[in-house]
């Protein structure tokens, strides 16, 4: 059947006859659906205007063309074909700066639960040790230790000699490292 009407049409002069195809008069048209179906695409929708002006410098060159019977519809496969590219550029820049976790060591200033649990046992212990200790030992560590004296300022602060005041720092250290096995560094 469409055999017969096309020889039908092609005599008649005014159906075979397009308009030029003018790009500002699509864009008038069609701007506000495109812009609103772009929207509705792309995962961005600040994006639609971005495509949508690409879409416009692509349809440029059917400017004047008589051959297009949907000038609409070629207007919105090309916004579709520049919405894709689009969507493969943006994925192909975040693939680009991906990094892979698996060969990746991440090192934290934190200790793990685990470090951080047995150092907590290990203060517990360490402060039941102290609360222990004699009183003049006690003072002399805690004003070594906490304070940050030194051995003359101790022994001038408690009225005892330099001599006795690294007796009961080592009497104190001792103390300690026995009740937490030495897990525990001391400086002196």
């Given at each position: 059947m469409n055999v017969q009407i096309e020889p039908a049409l092609a005599g008649d002069s005014r159906l075979l006859k397009r308009?030029?195809?003018s790009i500002q008069e699509i864009i008038?048209?069609?701007h506000g659906a495109l812009i609103k179906f772009l929207r509705r695409r792309l995962r961005i929708a600040d994006d639609?205007?971005?495509?949508?002006?690409e879409t416009y410098i692509r349809m440029m060159k059917y400017e004047g063309s008589r051959d297009i019977r949907s000038p609409s519809a070629v207007l919105?496969?090309?916004?579709?074909?520049?919405?894709?590219?689009?969507s493969r550029a943006v994925q192909a820049r975040y693939a680009s700066s991906h990094t892979e976790l698996e060969g990746v060591q991440l090192?934290?200033?934190q200790p793990s639960a685990k470090r951080a649990l047995l150092g907590g046992q290990d203060l517990d212990l360490l402060l039941d040790v102290?609360?222990?200790l004699p009183p003049k030992c006690k003072q002399v560590f805690l004003l070594s230790r906490a304070s940050g004296m030194t051995y003359a300022e101790i022994a001038e602060h408690c009225g005892i000699s330099i001599k006795m005041v690294e007796k009961q720092i080592s009497r104190a250290m001792g103390a300690c490292?026995?009740?937490?096995?030495?897990?525990?560094?001391?400086t002196s």
């Open positions: 308009e030029q195809l008038r048209r069609h639609a205007d971005h495509v949508a002006q919105f496969r090309i916004a579709v074909n520049v919405a894709n590219d689009h090192v934290s200033e102290i609360e222990a490292l026995e009740k937490v096995g030495g897990a525990i560094p001391f």
